[in-house]
């Protein structure tokens, strides 16, 4: 007779992707002794016909896909806020690096200006340095504003990231841990 070929374990197995991992380790977790159990020796669910018991029983699953879909999605979209919030932030740090750079070329330029400027030449026009100066420092009020606004969005999306993490958390620990009573 030949091996079956279900248990032949040489060839190598292709990887699962991560959902994968996250599923099998899920059933593996969940208590489906337990559940079964407890339902074996639910009481209300003997008292009942097995149309309405059917029907209660779908209702309740019904309801926690929609929880659980849900609550996925709150995290998907928490994720993608964040994803883009941090992006926000990275730009505004780089407007940042350029304002700097900016100020202190204009900043050296109008220091060497000044410290070059002989009171008997009336040639030399030390306005349009100061304006370039200005105008670098409005630049840099301007992107520090830009940052500070994207740090709080990053913030509070992080916040609402964590917080779905959370409620997703709490509906699988709901799942896994066996009922009290």
Same mark, same amino acid.
């Given at each position: ?5 279900d ?37 209300s669910?003997?008292a ?7 029907s ?9 896909t ?8 709150a ?20 407007? !940042? #690096?350029?304002? *700097?750079?900016?100020?202190?070329? =204009?900043?050296s330029?109008l220091?060497? $200006? %000044? /410290? ?7 040639s030399?026009?030390i306005?349009p ?12 009020e301007?992107?520090?504003t830009? !940052? #500070?606004?994207a *740090?709080?969005?990053?913030?509070? =999306?992080?916040d609402a990231?964590?917080? $779905? %993490? /959370?409620?997703?958390?709490?509906l699988?620990?709901?799942i ?6």
């Open positions: 007779m030949y091996p079956r070929t248990t032949y374990t040489d060839a190598p197995e292709a990887p699962l992707p991560d959902w994968a991992e996250e599923v099998e380790g899920f059933v593996r977790r969940t208590n489906l002794q337990h559940v079964l159990a407890k339902a074996e020796n639910d009481q669910i003997d009942m016909p097995l149309r309405p018991a059917l209660t029983a779908r209702e309740t699953l019904d309801a926690r929609r929880e659980w879909r849900a609550s996925a999605k995290v998907e979209t928490a994720m993608r806020q964040l994803m883009t919030a941090e992006h926000t932030r990275g730009e505004a740090l780089k407007a !940042l #690096s350029r304002a *700097q750079s900016e100020i202190e070329r =204009t900043a330029e220091t060497s $200006a %000044l /410290a070059s400027f002989d009171e008997r030449d009336e030399k026009n306005d340095l100061f304006r370039l100066s200005d105008d670098a420092l409005e630049e840099l301007r992107t520090t830009e !940052l #500070s606004l *740090q709080m969005w990053c913030r509070s =999306t992080w990231y964590v917080a $779905a %993490l /959370a409620r997703e958390q709490l699988r620990f709901e896994q841990a066996p009922e009290l009573g």
